[in-house]
């Protein structure tokens, strides 16, 4: 719901609305009053014209807030008078005023209580206060939507298992034999690295680990050299010419996205232009006012943005809308006659518009297809960088101690130049859906180009810091490398180890004295500087190979006596490598034969080249003596020749009979994707921005995945089937949240209706009960029970009688939420003021202290019920605000997890309230049942009166409907205990 406004318009037919039921009386006055007879037709004939009166002022306001463009107020407004009509509020009023004419004072009296409902709920709606019945109805429409989108992801997963049965077909001989030699090939690979992870020990391990974060330092400091080297000069680095040929891409994506966004703006004026000749050919003057204003002001809009190179087209357009502003208007009819020249105007405005939007296109389109060959060409300079620092990296041969970096590991630009491809391909999806007229998918793409190469730019930055930010984290790095070796072995003075945490020492001193230094040589031009950070990048260098020859060492030693292991360990290392090789060679020759498919061959291609480049590593991890390390790059082969035979499957060529299979799993997910499309209109009334975005994007991958089906493709089918139905269940999730929330304020709605109700029956209560006890007090004294006091008395049950029915409201509500003790309390109430009604009726009425301690019993259970509703009601707003909270902390740690309003509790009250209300009801009953056997034992048997046996009974009575309940409530909090639900919150549950 949106935030409660209270606008000019409610306010002033707010004041109406009090006037009008101020003349109208309560049926306790109108039975009790003895107006003059001509009095109550009088006033219902005065509450009939400022009903009319209303009505007519609100349609005057309406029209005028429409002209003035005042939408909110004219739905409040519209909405009014439609609850006028279907409510029959005047003809209700007139029939009251008929009915009064007629004498019938009952027919009257019902019609102006249902009068006084309607004025009651007509004010409801002027001032946007929520009524339990409209937010009953938005709840079950929210759950109507809710129930659609599941039933839409129901579909959705079953459409996904009819395609992937379809994609499951025949395989072939040649398949299946490729199918059996990799399963069998990442068998013996897990096999392997399981044997050397198993021989390798626990010392090992550690230092085969330490040897390696060291290498990798001293490829980072080969960067850090350069990098120093770049900036002591004043140049500018390759990453940094990188970033600044990134920066100048993101400057041209967003200029060619704000060409799309005024092709876009000046189509929609064209369309507006439109709708005016419309207008004026309907006759419609006041829209077509609208239409003209709109216009105007959508062409300012979009020239505003238009370069300098456009200056001619911006003038054109604004001296096109120049003429359609000073085109007359004509006064009374309108026509296309008499507004010749206002549509010639608007003619000349949507020629220059189109144009102008067509020629932006063509600028978008043009600047895409640049923009993703600069891409590309970026994403190819990136790599090329991470192949230079491998060619500078001076790391000494394998033979002498270090590992160097294979061609297939990913280099610190990899990352940016994946987002740069993936920018190009959405850039190329963008001219694609242009050219199709799918102007928004275009916008959408554009968008997502632009996003794709922000992060290109930042990851570059991340991987490619400047000297002092490198040299602190290489420091950090150093650090905490000499930590972990210190904790897994114990190192004897003089030892290798120590060695080599000594040295981890050294180059973390000498990395913070470059980091320093560097900081401080940036734009000073100090020779000091220079001189130290150089000096600490040769020291740097010069400990880091220190501690890598010193774990070399380590290693050697902790490899002796092994040597026969090792030897055997690489034998099998190089079978499974040529074992791979192999296969590969079978997958190629399969592809050349026609028995694979250029997709199946690609994809187990490029899995088996991962399995070979790893095996590749693991023998040189071997011939260093790093058999943990190998045992690492053999499960990384086992992971890659099983993805090999993944890919043979998922990239299967469809027969005839499948792609006929695949043509009507499409057929359905058009006609899924159509009921998506309804789904998603049906949104757009709601502010549920979350929901609308959610179906919005299962549209797009519905659609996306019939392309994919069209064009044979069944595994990015599966794949985008797979996010349309994740983003139906989000849909469904967030419907969930709204159809809670309605329901949370429907529950609070209902307990401040409640509590109102009681706080006016105890308003009336009170005074009757004061007036009972006085004419008890009265008679008591002696005085005659004298007609007038008669009268009054029986009046006083009558307006008891009144009160008991008002309860009916309380009592029925309550016993629909499925409370106990709540409802027990007001059919007590109930109960006790009917029997009040008989003590104080007929001739001979009882106004004694049993009388009146039945009236103070019932105001004491309403004092307490009241107390109990306020007291649940600050519960909910706490607990809510608790769960706003809640959500805002995850929305900043994860976005995924939002649970706005928490499970949804179904009870009014919860099992707890009603509890602490049954424990007060018996604590009171056993006082009172203690008071009444000290006045028995006081009085003896003879000295009991007729009124201590009816408060015996009714005791006994209250123990053993006491007793009912608290076997009711127990089966409710078994079942709660159980996992039923029972409306308490966690916290209640844990109390």
């Known amino acids: 719901m949106s935030p409660r406004r209270i606008p000019a318009v409610a306010i002033a037919c707010g004041l109406v609305l009090v006037t009008t039921a101020a003349g109208l009386l309560s049926p306790a006055e109108l039975r009790c009053q003895e107006p003059a007879p001509n009095d109550l037709p009088r006033d219902q004939a005065e509450i009939l014209r400022k009903a009319e009166r209303l009505r007519a002022m609100m349609d005057g306001l309406a029209t005028r807030y429409e002209r003035e463009g005042a939408t909110d107020k004219v739905r409040l407004l519209r909405e009014g008078m439609k609850h006028l009509t279907e409510s029959r509020l005047l003809e209700e009023a007139a029939a009251a005023r008929q009915s009064l004419d007629s004498g019938a004072l009952g027919e009257a009296l019902q019609r102006q209580q249902q009068v006084i409902e309607n004025l009651e709920r007509l004010l409801s709606i002027l001032l946007e206060r929520p009524t339990v019945e409209t937010l009953e109805k938005e709840a079950a429409r929210v759950e109507e939507l809710r129930a659609a989108a599941a039933e839409l992801a129901r579909r959705q997963a079953e459409l996904r298992r009819q395609l992937d049965e379809t994609r499951q077909g025949a395989m072939s001989e040649s398949e299946r034999q490729l199918q059996k030699e990799l399963e069998g090939l990442a068998r013996e690979l897990r096999r392997e690295a399981d044997e050397n992870q198993r021989q390798a020990g626990t010392t090992r391990p550690s230092l085969e680990g330490a040897l390696a974060r060291v290498q990798e330092l001293l490829r980072d400091q080969t960067a850090l050299e350069t990098a120093a080297a770049a900036e002591l000069r004043g140049e500018r680095s390759a990453a940094e010419e990188l970033a600044f040929r990134m920066g100048a891409l993101r400057a041209a994506l967003e200029a060619q996205q704000a060409e799309q966004a005024r092709a876009g703006e000046l189509q929609q004026l064209g369309a507006e232009l439109e709708e005016l000749q419309r207008a004026a050919a309907a006759g419609d003057r006041e829209r077509l006012l609208r239409q003209r204003d709109a216009a105007l002001a959508r062409a300012t809009e979009a020239t505003r943005s238009m370069t300098e190179e456009q200056a001619v087209d911006r003038a054109a357009i604004l001296d096109a809308a120049k003429a359609l502003s000073d085109a007359p208007v004509p006064e009374g009819r309108v026509d296309e006659a008499r507004t010749e020249a206002m549509l010639e105007a608007a003619r000349q405005l949507a020629e220059r518009a189109r144009a102008q939007a067509e020629r932006g296109g063509e600028r978008a389109t043009a600047q895409q297809a640049k923009a993703a060959a600069e891409a590309r060409t970026l994403a190819e300079a990136a790599r090329e960088a991470d192949a230079a620092e491998r060619r500078a990296d001076p790391a000494t041969p394998p033979d002498a101690g270090t590992t ?63 000297a002092a930010q490198r040299a602190r984290a290489m420091a950090e790095s150093a650090e905490r490398t000499r930590e972990a070796l210190q904790k897994a072995v114990e190192a004897q003075s003089g030892s290798p180890e120590a060695q080599a945490t000594d040295a981890l020492e050294q180059a973390r001193q000498a990395l913070e004295q470059t980091a320093a230094s560097a900081e401080q040589a940036q734009g000073t031009n100090q020779p000091e500087a220079t001189q130290r950070t150089e000096a600490g990048v040769q020291q740097s260098r010069q400990a880091l190979e220190q501690a890598r020859d010193a774990l070399r060492s380590a290693l050697d030693a902790a490899n002796q006596g092994r040597e026969s292991a090792m030897e055997g360990a690489k034998e099998r290392n190089e079978q499974l490598a040529a074992r791979a090789a192999e296969t590969a060679r079978e997958i190629q020759s399969a592809a050349e034969r026609g028995e694979l498919s250029p997709q199946q061959s690609d994809a187990a291609k490029a899995a088996m080249q991962d399995a070979q480049a790893a095996l590749d590593q693991a023998q040189q991890e071997l011939a260093q003596g790093g058999q943990s390390r190998a045992g690492n790059q053999q499960q990384r082969a086992a992971d890659a020749a099983q993805r090999a035979g993944e890919q043979l499957e998922r990239n299967r060529p469809a027969t005839a009979e499948q792609q006929a299979q695949m043509n009507a799993v499409e057929q359905r997910q058009r006609e899924l994707e159509e009921e998506i499309a309804r789904l998603k209109e049906l949104l757009e009334e709601r502010e549920n921005q979350r929901a609308k975005q959610a179906a919005q994007a299962a549209q797009q991958s519905s659609e996306q995945a019939r392309e994919s089906m069209r064009q044979g493709d069944a595994e990015s089918a599966e794949q985008e089937q797979a996010e349309t139905q994740r983003k139906l269940e989000e849909t469904q999730k967030q419907l969930e949240q709204e159809r809670d929330r309605y329901q949370d304020l429907r529950q609070e709605e209902m307990l401040f209706r409640i509590g109102e109700e009681l706080t006016r029956f105890l308003e009336e209560q009170k005074p009757i009960t004061a007036e009972t006890a006085e004419a008890g007090k009265a008679l008591e004294g002696g005085a005659t029970l004298t007609r007038p006091l008669r009268r009054n008395l029986n009046r006083l049950g009558e307006r008891e009688r009144e009160l008991a029915s008002k309860l009916r409201f309380v009592h029925e509500s309550l016993a629909q939420e499925g409370t106990l003790v709540f409802t027990h309390v007001i059919q007590v109430n109930e109960r006790d003021l009917l029997d009040v009604t008989e003590r104080l009726g007929g001739r001979d009425p009882d106004p004694s202290e049993y009388t009146q301690l039945l009236q103070r019993e019932v105001e004491e259970r309403t004092e307490r019920l009241i107390a109990a509703l306020d007291k649940e009601r600050q519960r909910r707003r706490e607990e809510a605000q608790r769960r706003e909270q809640q959500q805002q902390q995850d929305q900043q740690g994860q976005e995924q997890q939002d649970n706005q309003f928490g499970p949804q509790r179904d009870r009014l009250v919860p099992i707890l309230s009603e509890a602490i209300m049954l424990r007060q009801m018996e604590e009171e009953m056993l006082a009172r049942t203690q008071e009444l056997a000290r006045l028995f034992a006081a009085a003896g048997g003879d000295g009991l009166t007729s009124t201590d046996a009816a408060m015996a009974e009714r005791l006994a009575w209250q123990h053993a409907a006491i007793t009912n309940l608290f076997e009711q409530l127990k089966a409710q909090l078994e079942a709660a205990l159980g996992g039923g639900e029972t409306g308490e919150t966690e916290t209640e549950r844990k109390r």
Do not use: M
């Open 404 to 466: 160097p970096p294979t061609d297939a590991s990913p280099g610190r630009n990899e990352a940016a130049a994946k987002a740069l491809e993936q920018s190009a391909a959405a850039l190329e999806a963008a001219q694609a859906a242009a050219r199709e007229g799918r102007s928004e998918r275009a916008r959408a793409e554009s968008a997502k180009a632009s996003r794709l190469a922000a992060e290109a730019r930042q990851a570059l930055e991340n991987a490619n810091p400047d």
